[in-house]
């Protein structure tokens, strides 16, 4: 029977994740990022301010500027990608301060994603994934993804939009799913 | 070969989803809730206010408030269970008022979820998911959980963590995370 790594009828974590629609899912998703930046353009323009001034706006003072939400949902989707797929990924040293270079970083993340193909998962499973700050301990690429990767990534999307909504520009849930597959 | 749908080899969505190890994260996060209802009770305590007023509180006027956003992470977790195993979900009526009521809902989505296995989601993919308001039209059970199901709960998971953190609450990141699996 073929039941690889008892991927349906095993429990917990199987040994075959769909590795690439989980990378392409946070892909489409950053790409919703210029039409949120069209609006908060769009806001600026009617309300007369630099809309470059959102990108340093924060939910509380402790919590981390747009502008950072934006650098860390590119880095989780850039990072699950490379990490799992055990590639050295391009660096971004989170020069950005205005929407256009917030653009450009999104473009290049999400331009890199591109080159990835399913093939490029083969085997992540069985790669352990470590961080210096972890202090020599590592995770499974599977768990690395699951509960890490996607969590952290839409935890820094969420709140960036949480960020644009709090500052009264125009966006609704369609422009954070973006498109869905359906027939 | 072993290459079940194209899983590893193919692009694009494949027919043998991890659906168990998504839908358990799911509950592990859901699961962190209650010791963000402990923080949120420690702050009331402390500044002397009722609790329970944190859950009309909203990031924007026309944004869903917090008990609203407890409600949808929860159903998100519920109906992606269910929805894509092909099994009718206990209903849950949305008349929460009270911290202690979030944390029942919470609790009875996540029994309700320790309920299933993998096995419960063989076929999964086949399964096509649709709801009254996509007027006919439908999702494969992948794509719904991919592209559906997970973007929206971390949505309101998320968004509800910003509403406590933005009046206040104590939370960090890692109340977010939970447990991950480290070794």
């Given amino acids: 029977m073929c039941d690889p790594g008892g991927a349906l009828l095993g429990g917990g974590v199987t040994s075959v994740m769909p590795f690439y629609p989980l990378i392409s899912e946070m892909k489409t998703l950053l790409r919703t990022i210029d039409a949120w ?9 009617a309300k007369g301010y630099d809309v470059n001034l959102l990108l340093q706006s924060r939910l509380a003072p402790d919590m981390f500027p747009l502008v950072r939400q934006f650098q860390s949902a590119c880095d989780h989707a850039k990072f699950a990608a490379a990490r799992t797929a055990g590639k050295d990924p391009p660096r971004h040293p989170d020069t950005e301060q205005t929407i256009d270079e917030v653009r450009a970083r999104v473009a290049s993340v999400t331009t890199y994603l591109d080159g990835f193909t399913a093939k490029d998962f083969e085997g992540a499973d069985a790669r352990r994934v470590s961080m210096p700050r972890w202090e020599g301990k590592s995770m499974s690429g599977t768990d690395y ?15 960036a939009y ?10 609704g849930k369609r422009d954070y799913i973006g498109r869905v597959t359906m027939t």
Same sequence: chains 1, 2.
């Avoid at 069209?38 to 600026?44: I, L, N, P, Q």
């Fill in 37 to 45: 930046l069209d609006k908060a353009s769009e806001h600026a323009k």
């Fill in 145 to 159: 993804l699951i509960e890490y990767a996607l969590p952290n990534f839409f935890f820094h999307l969420t709140t």
């Fill in 162 to 171: 949480a960020i644009l909504r709090h500052n009264g520009v125009d966006l």
